[in-house]
T-cell receptor
Framework: QKEVEQDPGPLSVPEGAIVSLNCTYS??????FMWYRQYSRKGPELLMY????GNKEDGRFTAQVDKSSKYISLFIRDSQPSDSATYLC?????????FGAGTILRVKS | NAGVTQTPKFQVLKTGQSMTLQCAQD?????MSWYRQDPGMGLRLIHY???????DQGEVPNGYNVSRSTTEDFPLRLLSAAPSQTSVYFC??????????????FGSGTRLTVV
């Protein structure tokens, strides 16, 4: 079983929709949680960073961490075609960083 | 300010050939690492370094060597290329040696095909 599970998609939504991307994990030692966005043929770029449980909001993006359920989410409000990319969750216990396989998101105009 | 620079962007190798993928960062980051990205597998750690002169193995180190003689550079060497090493390779760096505590800065990748 992988330490981090992420639905690969693809997820296709109309412009303006609310998008929910999710990851589950098995290692209870993970404390640092990140979301990376990767455009086609580019390297991943850090999008959101949260420590421990709770919510963090940045513009149209909200990251949620539920450590009791070992579940993290990224919400995108008012999705735009420019949000079309692969979204990777990542998490760390301070000694290693583990990535999910990534979810492909397509926002149709 | 270039961030993390990887060269080459594309490479085709024949089975058995060797080559070096270059990675350089200009942010004075302590931590540098190499990942490979394959469909459905996500990013897998090959080797990493927490500072000049210090390297260690990641999840999939076989067939690869690294060295870190300077803070800025972290080359990845393929000793004898195999078709299974066909992948996209990313170099990533971080300010802190506490792996994953801070976000990583990634290069734009090297697409390697071994025939």
């Amino acid at each position: 079983q992988k330490e981090v599970e992420q639905d690969p998609g693809p997820l296709s939504v109309p412009e303006g929709a609310i998008v929910s991307l999710n990851c589950t994990y098995s290692n209870s030692a993970f404390q640092y949680f990140m979301w990376y966005r990767q455009y086609s043929r580019k390297g991943p770029e850090l999008l959101m960073y949260t420590y421990s449980s709770g919510n963090k909001e940045d513009g149209r993006f909200t990251a949620q961490v539920d450590k009791s359920s070992k579940y993290i989410s990224l919400f995108i409000r008012d999705s735009q075609p420019s949000d079309s990319a692969t979204y990777l969750c990542a998490m760390s216990d301070g000694n290693k960083l583990v990535f999910g396989a990534g979810t492909i998101l397509r926002v149709k105009s | 300010n270039a961030g993390v620079t990887q060269t080459p962007k594309f490479q085709v190798l024949k089975t058995g050939q060797s080559m070096t993928l270059q990675c350089a960062q200009d942010m004075n980051h302590e931590y540098m690492s190499w990942y490979r990205q394959d469909p459905g597998m996500g990013l897998r750690l090959i080797h990493y370094s927490v500072g000049a002169g210090i390297t260690d193995q990641g999840e999939v180190p076989n067939g690869y060597n690294v060295s870190r003689s300077t803070t800025e550079d972290f080359p990845l060497r393929l000793l004898s290329a195999a078709p299974s090493q066909t992948s996209v390779y990313f170099c990533a760096s971080s300010l802190s040696a506490d792996r994953g505590v801070y976000g990583y800065t990634f290069g734009s990748g090297t697409r390697l095909t071994v025939v």
